[in-house]
T-cell receptor, first 114, second 115 residues
């Protein structure tokens, strides 16, 4: 158990819909990352937040957005869903230490768009 | 942006030492090299991280040559439970890296350990 929690574990929805994925980082971790992993692809970095501020952006679509709240939990919003958005979505958190950064991953949310 | 290249798959037997090499020709001065292990339907798990030369912990060793254009993850005496996908990640973990930092994951190496 990494200490990172994600809800829901599974989500089934239809094309065109909007969903929200939630992540609670490890106690004390200020950074949260979001990743997408499809069957035929590796881990795709989407976005990172640090203490409520966006820190780095990866291959995140404009239909997707995220935020980190004052209590440090984060939400990833996926809208106008397409079939190709079906994937595992992972959240990770990391402590802030000078020079080193280890990411602790949650169990993931499996999204199926029908 | 440092792109990584790893073998797609490897096979080994229980008790053997496994070495997985990752190429990262465009590694930047501030980049660290981190390896993660991922089991099916689970999030990746940190294995080891290094900047140069050799790093060893209780589960693996990481060898990084002087030019840092590649790195090798060494798993001593693998067991069936080491069957997983191993990712090489190169990036700048610096706290002050700013919004230009990217996290680029390779496609991973699928390691199969046979009895």
């Amino acid at each position: 158990d990494s200490g990172v929690t994600q809800t829901p574990k599974h989500l089934i929805t239809a094309t065109g819909q909007r969903v929200t994925l939630r992540c609670s980082p490890r106690s004390g971790d200020l950074s949260v990352y979001w990743y997408q992993q499809s069957l035929d692809q590796g881990l795709q970095f989407l976005i990172q937040y640090y203490n409520g501020e966006e820190r780095a952006k990866g291959n995140i679509l404009e239909r997707f957005s995220a935020q980190q709240f004052p209590d440090l939990h984060s939400e990833l919003n996926l809208s106008s869903l397409e079939l190709g958005d079906s994937a595992l979505y992972f959240c990770a958190s990391s402590p802030v230490r000078a020079g080193l950064e280890t990411q602790y991953f949650g169990p993931g949310t499996r999204l199926l768009v029908l | 942006l440092a792109k990584t290249t790893q073998p797609i798959s490897m096979d080994s037997y229980e008790g053997q030492e496994v070495n997985i090499t990752c190429s990262h020709n465009n590694i930047a001065t501030n980049d660290y090299i981190t390896w993660y292990q991922q089991f099916p339907s689970q999030g990746p798990r940190f294995i080891i991280q290094g900047y140069k030369t050799k790093v060893t912990n209780e589960v693996a060793s990481l060898f990084i040559p002087a030019d840092r254009k590649s790195s090798t993850l060494s798993l001593p005496r693998v067991s069936l439970s080491d069957t997983a996908v191993y990712y090489c990640l190169v990036g700048d973990p610096g706290f002050n890296a700013g919004n230009n930092r990217k996290l680029i994951w390779g496609l991973g190496t699928s390691l199969a350990v046979n009895p």
